[in-house]
């Protein structure tokens, strides 16, 4: 998508659906930090609307919804995430960017090429939460016998049932990685 009009002509605004498949999530998110163990459950489309704030600059506006998936960091099943995306970005065409930390923020865009696709994966990085439960006090998984505990007790030595201690053993497991 070219940005040159919505940079140079004042009272510019354009307004686009970007469509996102699952297919096309999965080949975008591919080593993307955040995003390698989630998946989009169904398509999701994002709206954005592109504005002429002033010469060189541009406002970027974002909204939709993202039906993710992921799996529960204890018992590893399945947790669908609904992600709402409501975000602001200013961006500057080539000649206006003011500093290098500008020009590291808008990477998404090459000369006046937006890669609309590149910003929402952005953006979703950003509210993926990182750390997924399928419910706050989840039981995990036995670490002897591999039961989801939240199905049934499975009875072994070294069950812990006391759900703050699991919550530490998350926190040393997370530490360690
Ligand atoms: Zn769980
Ligand atoms: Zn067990």
Request: charged letters at 30%.
């Amino acid at each position: 998508m070219n940005l040159t009009d919505v940079f140079y002509r004042s009272n510019q605004t354009e307004t686009v659906g970007i469509r996102l498949t699952e297919a096309e999530f999965e080949e975008l998110a591919a080593g993307v930090r955040g995003l390698e163990d989630v998946r989009l459950k169904e398509a999701a489309e994002v709206t954005l609307s592109l504005e002429h704030t002033e010469k060189g600059k541009a406002l970027i506006k974002g909204f939709g919804t993202m039906i993710l998936e992921g799996a529960c960091s204890r018992c590893l099943e399945p947790v669908p995430v609904s992600l709402p995306l409501d975000f602001c970005r200013i961006v500057y065409a080539p000649e206006a960017i003011p500093d290098e930390e500008q020009k590291e923020e808008q990477q998404f865009l090459t000369e006046y090429e937006l890669d609309a696709k590149g910003l929402i994966l952005e953006e979703l990085c950003l509210s993926v939460p990182v750390k997924l439960l399928c419910r706050e006090d989840c039981r995990g998984i036995c670490k002897k016998c591999g039961q989801n505990l939240n199905q049934k007790d499975c009875g072994c030595d070294d069950f812990v049932p006391d759900i703050r201690l699991a919550g530490l053993m998350d926190l040393f497991q997370n530490s360690s990685t």
